[in-house]
């Protein structure tokens, strides 16, 4: 028998390593959502027990475009940074001058600390929300370490370092430049490379006994929470969690170096389901005493939700639902990864209107967002950002480069961070990637067993272009199918012409997912892209106008609604998005979204709306 999440919590780890040079992670704290500002956040500080100091604001940047940096000492207190640019972190470097669109290279920081954010008798810790890709940080001129991933939060203990008499200073060092061994496995990427610090930072302040991890399994009313405990004393202390107006109470006995956990269960009384129609959301507290004295409190918002699939269905809270979705970027003209949160929140109740009810993406997203999606009710598909791995430039051959080492790293980090999330229903394993190869298929497999180990709650999948599905043997081993979609739009016969999209779109579209279906018996099937171009202001009869991208939209969505046995589609794409330079030939733009990249409305959203909010009735 499989090892659920909490068999796998309740392990006791450990002593933990004492401070020193090391990789960056995320351990096994799991409270990412600590430090990501006060937007809606899945886990929040809401006492003086947990300080958090945010560093954001004003930073110093200089460009490395020859690699000279580490080797000219620029990481060292002596080092004079005074003439560098003065920019706002946190945001990518593409945006601080035009000139910076696209660069992919090597790009310093530079921060001075006070002396009065030193803290004696606390435990200080580092955080970086997202910097993209390679980081190195030096605190004082010492090495603290180094992360290799664009996506996910890491973090440094930097208790006693901080010196209280003088100003203390932070550097990062950070590479973009993409590398077949990284994420997402190869020298081509759609996405634009953003670089730079992409997430908040801040310094934060615990005591010397508080929460490492909490994990919530709110599946029936009987909601189980397992709460891990760190210390570096030895002491007594009373773990009080909060829900609804029922309480659960412990005294234990900490020990330093230890990871203690603790297994919990709180019965909800009168309990109301998460879904789309009703994205209800409890809130646990969860308070850590040491006699009179509070260490730590913290609140957590989550749903009671269950996922599941039933032959070729998939069920959320015991009933049968059609997925709706769009794809999406987190990318919003001007502002690139990092809009306004007011932006988004009119952005996601677009898409609301529009009728959508699932969001898929290509990689992990921030936790203010994925927040959002709990609050709005959306069901969401996070993705490992395996993208196109295996590819070389342009498409021509192979290589084995096998990444299942950093695809590991960042699975495990995505579902620890983001496991306690109701809108999260199904972790995906990579993109249109050669996942029919020997070492695709051995990939995959390994990463989904990986996966229901961390997290047998939710669904896991993966997701391949078109083609002959069949080959790709390890969706045997996943809990659906997904399939990019695009007959007449991006396979040919393409569909050039209006009078063209009945035979080459429609008609193709059925019968590819009639064979699909047969393929897959046992299993559901999601069409997790289809769509086409469609540039904004041009209309007729031809390729990239509205009507031509319109009339593709509908008759695809005619084809899946028709197929009783396909759970669902995903539109590609939401809005308009930058490519990479040199993805492709026709231009350095995705024109497939039916808003623009800045959200002005193409004929598209009319007609998704119309598709989609017919289709909930």
């Not at 706002?88 to 001075?112: I, Q």
């Not at 405990?229 to 020990?255: F, K, M, Y």
């Not at 391949?464 to 997904?482: N, P």
């Amino acid at each position: 028998m499989k090892p659920t999440r909490l068999d796998l919590l309740n392990r006791r780890a450990r002593p933990g390593r004492q401070p020193g040079l090391r990789v960056a992670h995320s351990c096994l704290s799991g409270l990412a959502a600590l430090f990501v500002g006060a937007a809606l956040p899945a886990l929040t500080s809401v006492s003086p027990p947990r300080e958090r100091i945010p560093l954001d604001g004003q930073w110093q940047f200089q460009m490395d475009h020859a690699d000279l940096g580490e080797k000219d000492g620029w990481h060292l207190p002596v080092q004079d940074h005074t003439a560098w640019g003065r920019v706002a972190v946190p945001r990518a470097w593409d945006l601080y001058e035009t000139a910076l669109w696209g660069y992919e290279g090597l790009g310093w920081y530079v921060r001075e600390l006070p002396g009065e954010l030193a803290r004696p008798g606390r435990v200080q810790i580092l955080r970086f929300e997202r910097v993209n890709y390679h980081t190195k940080v030096w605190l004082n001129g010492e090495l603290l370490g180094e992360n290799r991933d664009g996506w996910m939060p890491f973090e440094f203990d930097v208790t006693g370092r901080l010196h209280p008499d003088r100003s203390n200073r932070l550097v990062l060092r950070v590479d973009n430049r993409p590398r077949p061994e990284w994420l997402p496995g190869g020298t081509r990427i759609e996405w634009i490379q953003y670089g730079g610090i992409l997430g908040p930072v801040t310094l934060e302040n615990r005591a010397d006994t508080h929460v490492a991890d909490l994990t919530l399994v709110a599946l029936s009313p009987d909601v189980r929470c397992s709460v891990t405990i760190t210390s570096r004393v030895e002491q007594p202390v009373q773990l009080r969690l909060r829900v609804d107006g029922v309480e659960a109470v412990t005294n234990l006995a900490v020990r330093p170096g230890v990871l203690t956990t603790l297994p919990l269960i709180l019965k909800l009384n009168a309990p109301r389901w998460w879904s789309p129609q009703t994205p209800h959301l409890y809130l646990l507290e969860v308070e850590l005493r040491s006699g009179d004295v509070v260490l730590d409190r913290l609140a957590e918002r989550f749903g009671l939700r269950r996922i599941e699939v039933a032959g070729r269905q998939i069920l959320l809270n015991g009933e049968p639902i059609h997925l709706r979705g769009v794809n999406r970027y987190d990318e919003y003209a001007p502002y690139g990864p990092t809009p306004p949160r007011s932006r988004v929140v009119e952005d996601l109740q677009a898409m609301r209107r529009a009728g959508v009810n699932a969001v898929r993406v290509h990689y992990p997203q921030s936790p203010e967002l994925i927040a959002l999606y709990d609050e709005l009710g959306f069901l969401l598909i996070e993705e490992l950002p395996i993208n196109w791995w295996q590819l070389h430039p342009h498409g021509a051959g192979t290589s084995e480069n096998d990444i299942r080492e950093p695809a590991l790293a960042t699975l495990e980090r995505m579902i620890r961070r983001d496991k306690n999330h109701p809108c999260l229903v199904i972790w995906s394993m990579a993109n249109e990637s050669p996942t029919d190869t020997p070492l695709g298929i051995r990939t995959m497999r390994t990463l989904i067993r990986r996966t229901r180990e961390l997290d047998p709650t939710r669904l896991v999948t993966f997701v391949a272009s078109h083609g002959d599905l069949r080959r790709h043997v390890a969706f045997a081993e996943a809990d659906l199918v997904g399939a990019n979609v695009y007959a007449g739009t991006l396979h040919a016969p393409i569909a050039n012409r209006l009078a063209e999209v009945e035979d080459r779109v429609y008609r193709a579209t059925r019968e590819y997912l009639r064979e699909a279906v047969r393929a897959f018996p046992d299993k559901p099937l999601v069409v997790t892209e289809f769509g086409t171009k469609g540039v904004r202001g041009l209309r007729g009869d031809a390729l990239f106008t509205e009507d031509l991208q319109a009339e593709c939209i509908r008759a695809t969505w005619r084809a899946i609604r028709e197929n009783a046995d396909v759970a669902g589609g995903i539109l590609w794409c939401w809005a308009d998005y930058y490519h990479r330079r040199d993805f492709i030939e026709y231009a350095a733009f995705g024109p497939y979204g039916v808003v623009t990249v800045d959200r002005k409305p193409k004929r598209a959203l009319e007609t998704l709306t119309e598709l989609f909010t017919s289709a909930s009735r």
